[in-house]
């Protein structure tokens, strides 16, 4: 069940309301336009970076919105893309004149609507370049085909340090792009999700079932597994991860255990614990873990397993300190 | 008879009509492959389209209306559709006739084409409009009205939309799904059969 709203048809207006009274600190509501970006809007001379997408997943996608981060994100209806008028008013509100970057999940609606605010933009003679992400192994054999689910964070976190320490354009847009080719995620489903206002889920699962390799918008997965311990479930996502692992890539990589909006952060330190093992066992270099939430998908129960492999480069966009709402670190 | 300026305004009143009317049953048929939300987003979007301009033209309140939708809606579908209204009302100019429409329908359908780079055949809403295009154009050359060359494309949009059915996606995101989708129609070729219905029901009220 989702609990909390008033008019479901408002559910996004009324959440990004007390989203910017909540962290005005950091962001700031892009003037009429469905998106935040940074508290004092674009800074002159730098790479605007826009990420977006429906909502339903934070904290992507508005709570990767601050210094050293995405400078500003467009906002969707729950798991809807963003009309291309509003991706085209947000890149507008989060271009410092130096060009912008639009990086999202690759999902059919986003394309097509980031692509109709680009020409948009394009017309106004801002330069823009898209990001698109497509980590989820699940989706497709074919890389460019996938869906993207929780590799964004990495994407935009070296969008957004790129961007931040006065990268050109084409820099920004090349190590977004690099970081995406060495990202791969698989994720698992305990339990469907309802959309606001709503009694019934989007699926369900059958008891003592999961979902394995569904997607951030409550699409069922593309096959049904037996429910399993922890142990047996970090061996499966180490398995299906390393098993599309880019050839080209260093041993050392950033992990992700990502939970889905309904999954305790205790289970999932349970699950990293065998992640963590299994992936040492398999000669990767980890470096500086994450277990929490970065991509939800309402108040669905599961996880997802993702491995950003990373060089020396990418590494140093990874440490590059960053303050948003869902995410401080000093490197 | 009323102005085809009433008649396109009451076209898009009766459609958010009929979406309403099925939008738990849209939702429905998009959880299958989908996240849900089909039924949801075309009820955004023609809220939005029947409260755009309606000032001009039949072609211009039409395609004020897309504009609106496109605007709107977000989402795949909103893309699509509200391109395929407004490329549509575009192309529609006064006096109209059924060669006319036809024409419109086939601009509508190319704008969606080349922004879904979809075609027949790949469970989209391109599986109802396609066919109903089609038939509406063997219509017109037969010399048939506005309204008779509706009643008489209808069933083949009917029948695309139920082709739907059987059909392994290739586009959307119900594509990832592939075979779970199979035995289910495409939300989005039934929405569009339900609006081509509520036009075709205003054009039977309206038309002589």
Redesign the interface.
Known sequence: MTYLFNDPINFREDMIEGYVAAYSRMVERIPDASGVRIAGGAHKGKVGVLVGGGSGHYPAFCGMVGRGFATGAVIGDVFTSPPGEQCYRCGKGVDGGAGVVFSYGRYSGDVMNFSMGEMRLEMEGIDVRQVIVTDDVAASPNFDERRGVAGDFYVFKALGASAWRGDSLDTVEALGNRVNQWTRTFGIAFSGCTLPGKSEPLFTVAPGKMELGMGIHGEPGIETGDMASASEIAKLLVDKVLSDAPLDAPSRAAVMINGLGATKYEEMFVLYGSVHKLLQAAGIDIYKPLVGEFATSLNMAGCSLTVSWMDAELQALYDYPVESPAFTTWG | MAEHAEIAAAALDAALAAILEHEDEL?KLD?V?????HG??MA?GFRAAVAADRNGSAGQIIANAGMAF???????????V?MFIMSAGAALTDPIDAAKVHAALTKGIEAMVR??KGQVGEKTMLDTLIPFAAAYGEAAQAGLSVRAAWEQALPAAEAGMKSTAQMIPK????S??RE?SLGTQDPGATSIYYVLAAVGRVLAEHCP
């Open positions: 939702g959880s492959a989908g996240d849900g939300d949801a987003g955004r496109a605007n709107t809606a977000g989402g795949a579908s909103g893309a699509l509200g922004l879904g586009r959307g995101r119900s990832v799904l779970k």
